[in-house]
């Protein structure tokens, strides 16, 4: 007995943005834009995701979460659908604080797929893409099964 293909279905990350379902609606994650292997999303600055009160610098867990998101469907606009693949490392290396009431800026990308495994990258700033947040990096498994 062969495995059976899932279905598959466009992406159209500004669409899924805009359902505003799971943890991207909680985190009111943006659509920015998007090509053919690149997301970029925006995550709105809010007093209940500040990590420091004392400093107003959000947490890290919202940002890593806006950058797996980002990477993932960077994945699929690769792979040119919506497919399911889950995430197998996402290693984040934070460089500096966000800075208060401003609105972070995540962009993924894929830079290369084999036949399981899907590479990504991305940069989270918050308005000034040479002043960079943090830095990720990460792959994601593909759990179709291989056509």
Do not use: N
């Amino acid at each position: 007995m062969s495995a059976q293909a899932p279905p598959q279905f466009a992406i159209d990350p500004k669409r899924l943005l805009a359902m505003r379902g799971g943890h991207t609606g909680a985190l009111g994650l943006e659509y920015r834009d998007h090509g053919a292997d690149w997301a970029e999303l925006a995550l709105p600055y809010r007093d209940d995701l500040v990590g420091d009160p004392a400093t107003g610098v959000l947490a890290s867990g919202p940002i890593l979460s806006m950058m797996d998101v980002a990477t993932a469907i960077a994945i699929w606009l690769r792979r040119g659908a919506f497919l399911p693949q889950a995430t197998l490392d996402l290693r984040i290396d934070y460089l500096r604080g966000s800075r208060p009431g401003q609105a972070v800026i995540g962009r993924g990308e894929c830079y290369r797929i084999t036949r399981s495994i899907g590479f990504v990258r991305g940069q989270a700033h918050d308005g000034d893409p040479a002043d960079p947040i943090a830095h990720v990096a990460g792959t994601f498994m593909f759990t179709d099964p291989p056509q």
